[in-house]
């Protein structure tokens, strides 16, 4: 028999993000985000969709929480939609919006699940967009503001807080890649924004610790740390620069190790770094959130614009084409254990998972109920290996799925369903697949197969 055993005080939980499942994208005084004028663009979000009505979770939150309650999850990890506490980015704030997520996580706690909130994830409001977005450093300051008082207004009823979502993504995704808002193909804004990013985490956490609050505060990275197809020198090399490129050069200054020198040499000074600004970044925090979903092989290629590129592999892929390498969350965790040993004095940052999932075709059956094997074996696998890690000494403190509903997914908008509970667009109606009771067993102590 296989067995999952974790910790008595581990802690089990879902994760979803504000643009995702909120929905009442005008209701409750609701700014614009990036991503409402983002998925108006023709051609970028799937079927020209857009998450105004989502999950509706604004009006459900109590319903989403009785369900987490009933699968055993003690805590959930939600996302602050900055345009719901400053409509207009800075200025003034919105009392509803405030309201709402005090109600949330009262709720939470009427249920025993605690409370871990992150302030960006990832819908800026618009008219900071307008303003130059996170390639402005104009941005560091809006976000310090609506981080205070996000701190201030909801510092009792938060239990953790992260201050960003996956930095790799905003900057590149948003700012190189053009896939996610705002949109934009410019590797100079893409810097920018990556400096930016680390710079609103640190002035977030800096403000953070005079407020007397207690709660753990840190950050969620998706670390892309690739194996080498090959062991060639040459893959290996290739290997390392993806590592650089994509996840040192947001890990390392906050952990207060400086910028990577392949980014400041090759790069030439394009980080807009200015004096004390490495300071600012590298605050002490509390623990390292890691999101992690799949992992790629690379190979030198001389070619292509850094140099490296990603190659076949064999193993099967979820709805997003990733490929399921547990080896990959393994390697991950290893890494940032070995990196944050001793930094900020402390001998091991507890690590969480933040975010872990599958995506799959999830359609209910004739009996009513979604039997959502693959999933399932993705989530014993990667759960296998933190139990592996755990035993091993490393300082696994915690593990969110993502997620708690089908969503919306960015780009792909309604096309791709994570959630352990599946959502009817047309009623809303939730319905907790096989994967939730999977959940439940494991929870309880009953994870066995
Ligand atoms: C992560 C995002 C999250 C979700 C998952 C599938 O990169 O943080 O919002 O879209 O991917």
Redesign the pocket.
């Known amino acids: 028999m296989n067995r999952l055993v974790f910790p008595k005080d581990f802690i089990w939980g879902t994760a979803t ?1 504000s643009y ?1 499942v909120e929905g009442a994208g005008h209701e409750g005084g609701r700014g614009e985000s990036i991503w409402d004028t983002f998925s108006r663009k023709p051609g970028v979000v799937y079927a020209g969709e857009n998450g105004e009505i989502a999950c509706d979770q604004y009006h459900r939150y109590a319903e989403d929480t009785a369900l987490m309650a009933e699968f055993g999850f003690n805590s959930y990890r939600f996302s602050i939609a900055w345009p719901r506490i400053i409509p207009a980015g800075t200025g003034k704030v919105n009392p509803e919006g405030i309201a709402y997520y005090r109600r949330l996580c009262e709720e939470l706690h009427k249920h025993g699940i605690s409370a871990c909130a992150t302030i960006y ?2 819908d800026l409001p618009q008219p900071l967009e307008d303003a130059g977005g996170w390639a402005s450093r104009s941005i560091v300051n809006a976000f310090e503001e609506y981080a205070k008082i996000c701190f201030r207004e909801l510092g009792d009823v938060v239990d953790r807080w992260i201050t960003i ?2 930095p790799l ?1 905003i900057a590149y995704l948003g700012y190189l890649h053009g896939m996610h808002a705002p949109g934009i193909c410019d590797l100079q804004k893409a810097l920018n924004a990556a400096h930016h990013v680390n710079m609103a985490h640190g002035v977030a956490v800096k403000a953070y610790r005079k407020t007397g609050l207690t709660a753990p505060i840190g950050i969620t990275w ?1 670390p892309v740390t690739p194996r080498p197809a090959t062991n060639s020198p040459a893959d290996k090399k290739a290997a390392k620069i993806a590592r650089t490129l994509e996840t040192e050069v947001f890990v390392f200054p906050c952990l207060g190790k400086g910028y990577p020198e392949l980014v400041t040499k090759d790069f030439k000074g394009s980080l807009p770094i200015k004096s004390g600004d490495l300071e600012t970044i590298a605050q002490p925090i509390d623990f390292i959130g890691i ?1 992690y ?1 799949f992992e790629n092989p690379v190979s030198a290629d001389k070619k292509a614009r850094f140099k490296y590129c990603n190659r076949p592999f064999w193993q099967d892929t979820t709805d ?1 084409g990733w490929p399921i390498v547990p080896g990959g969350l393994e390697r991950q965790l290893k890494w940032f254990a070995e990196i944050s040993k001793g930094v900020f004095g402390k001998t091991d940052i507890p690590l969480f998972i933040t ?1 872990n ?1 599958y ?1 799959g075709k999830d359609e209910i059956g004739p009996d009513g109920r979604i039997h959502d094997r693959d999933r399932i074996e993705y989530l014993k696998q990667h759960l296998s290996v933190c139990a592996d890690l755990i035993k091993d000494g490393l300082n696994i403190k915690g593990y969110y799925v ?2 708690l509903l089908d969503n919306f ?2 780009a792909c908008a309604y096309t791709k369903r ?1 959630g352990i509970v599946h959502v009817d667009y047309n009623t809303q109606k939730r319905t907790p697949k096989d994967s939730a009771y999977f959940f439940r067993d494991v929870i309880a102590g009953f994870g066995e197969w």
Request: net charge negative; glycine share 6%; charged share 15%.
């Open positions: 993000a995702q994830h990832w979502n996956e993504c998706n999101n979903y997003m975010e999932g995506a993502w997620s997914e960015w994570f």
